[in-house]
């Protein structure tokens, strides 16, 4: 069984690499926006050609610079070209041929791999007429495409893919993976964590405040499971003049969360728990998410901290399990993947009928259920509909009388008999049909 065929979509800054990796993927994935340099990361989703599945890389602008961030970006392209089958170089009809587009593409004819020259932009007759002066970058498959205009993307996979072989067998089972949100404030430490848990450099890590722009998937195998992360953009405060990219990043992040099947929250030992971290928190309980809270650089706070965060901790009473780590020196980072696997396990928990119903029996019996103008709520049965997150639907009289109290109260009980460690309860109350 083989891996799937990698197509990299690579070359300069603002040629349109985003828009072409989005209609290659039928999706809005990566940042698209007039400015340069909005991508900075390599960003992988499968996409299909002729309904066979191929993973595309959308990757930073290659630049010629001696800043620090664009050399980790410069990096992160390189990567993507050495890992990839397929090379698509991007270029800008409308700017013709750079200095730079001679460096980039005399680089990637040096890889012996099959490189197809993507001339971007062609959206009308007369800038057809400027196709002809790319040929003196000495890429023999060329084809003209408009990603604004969705023009000559099939025939772009058509060229890329020529000759080759899919395997019928091939490695599909991305599509069961446990999906993991890597959520947090920005410049809490999500890339630096992502990086030693695949112990590669992955993700962009720089000291510039939200380095990460794009929903980042990375997937790593251990054993016969397939947990696939999502490092994110970092969440900040709302300003009045917001960055159009910074507000994308935030949708982004948001969407990752509800997306996955687990996240992990990251806190910034130095900042204690902020209001921000309280609200992405309070967002993943909203989503019925399953979460491992995730408390990093912890070897930069004194003992008298520690102790102020773990009893801050304590009060907050979640039923989320907290680690303490150290993402760079990856202190505590092998209890990550166990804890994964039982939150997912406890996520997928069916508990019987007849078991539910004894269980309530007892609640109702310790604390009655409350009463409200004279009307006291019954509780009939209740019974599980789903898991995945555990789905409880409660058949009742009164299902207005069916307080957030109470339901406090039997969501505390269900914990305390039931394992739900990490994982959300749903309850859901009906009135039971009359007969």
């Known amino acids: 069984m083989k891996d799937l065929y990698k197509l990299a ?24 926006h007039e400015r340069e340099g909005v991508t900075r990361d390599r960003i992988y989703k499968r996409a299909y050609f002729d ?49 730079l587009d001679h460096t980039v593409a005399k680089n990637l004819l040096k890889t012996k791999k099959r490189v197809v020259l993507a001339i971007n932009k062609v959206d009308t007759d007369k800038l057809k007429d400027k196709i002809f002066e790319f040929q003196k970058l000495g890429l023999k498959n060329i084809i003209d495409v408009s990603a604004a205009q969705n023009l000559n993307i099939e025939e772009l996979l058509t060229l890329s893919f020529k000759d080759f072989e899919f395997d019928e067998n091939i490695d599909l089972d991305g599509e069961n993976s446990i999906k993991i949100a890597i959520v947090g404030r920005t410049n809490v430490g999500k890339s630096t964590l992502l990086n030693s848990l695949l112990n590669e450099k992955r993700a962009v890590v720089s000291e510039q405040r939200s380095t990460t ?13 397939i947990f696939t992360f999502i490092d994110t953009a970092g969440i900040r405060r709302k300003n009045k003049e917001k960055d159009v990219l910074e507000k994308f990043s935030h949708s982004q992040t948001l969407k990752s969360i509800e997306r996955a099947d687990i996240c992990l929250l990251i806190l910034d030992a130095e900042d204690f728990i902020t209001f921000q971290d309280k609200k992405i928190l ?43 780590i150290s993402a760079i020196k990856k202190l505590n980072l092998e209890k990550i993947f166990p804890l994964i696997d039982k939150i997912q396990k406890n996520k997928s928990t069916t508990i019987q009928t007849a078991t539910l119903n004894k269980f309530i029996e007892r609640c109702i ?3 009655h259920p409350p009463m409200i103008d004279g009307k006291r709520l019954k509780i009939y049965y209740l019974t599980q509909i789903k898991n995945n997150p555990p789905f409880f639907l409660f058949f009742v009289n009164y299902p207005n009388r069916f307080t957030d109290t109470y339901k406090k109260y039997l969501i505390n009980n269900f914990r305390k008999n039931f394992d739900f460690e990490g994982s959300p309860i749903v309850f859901g109350i009906k009135k039971k049909p009359q007969r």
Request: proline content about 2%.
């Open 213 to 225: 722009r794009d929903s980042i998937d990375s997937d790593i195998k251990i054993k016969d499971k």
């Open 365 to 367: 019996q310790r604390y």
């Open 9 to 32: 979509i690579v070359g300069r800054s603002n040629v349109g690499k985003s828009l072409l990796f989005n209609r290659i993927c039928k999706k809005k994935i990566s940042i698209v």
């Open 51 to 99: 309904e066979k599945p191929f993973i595309a890389i959308d990757t930073a602008g290659l630049e010629l610079s001696n800043i620090s961030l664009e050399d980790e970006i410069n990096i992160q392209t390189e990567i993507a070209i050495e890992e990839a089958d397929v090379l698509v170089m991007v270029v800008d009809a409308k700017v013709g041929v750079t200095n």
């Open 282 to 324: 309070k967002f993943i309980e909203q989503k019925s998410k399953g979460c491992i809270i995730l408390v990093n650089k912890w070897d930069k706070i004194k003992d008298v901290r520690q102790e102020h965060f773990l009893k801050a901790l304590n009060q907050k009473k979640s039923y989320f399990p907290t680690i303490i």
